[in-house]
């Protein structure tokens, strides 16, 4: 009998705009979108069980993205909703 599993299963969700931004790498200023990325412990290629979350803001022009804490994420989704 064998078991297959994986722990690098990763599922990415929008969750909104955090406004103009200038991009240092490709000098356009749009508007950046933060990303949710969550890692999951899978079985039989089902995931079953998520072990990492992480926020994630990128440039819409050239996919330049950095990892943003949970604060961050908070503080920029509030700023656009005012």
């Not at 999951?40 to 804490?69: K, N």
Request: charged letters at 25%; one cysteine or more.
């Amino acid at each position: 009998m064998f078991l297959i599993f994986s722990l690098a299963d990763r599922k990415t969700k929008q969750l909104g705009s955090a406004g103009l931004m200038d991009c240092p790498r490709c000098n356009n200023t749009s508007e950046w979108v933060i990303h949710q990325q969550k890692t999951y412990f899978s079985l039989f290629f089902i995931p079953l069980i998520p072990y990492r979350s992480e926020y994630i803001l990128s440039c819409p022009v050239c996919r330049q993205a950095d990892t943003i804490t949970e604060e961050e994420k908070e503080r920029l989704l509030q700023r656009r909703a005012q």
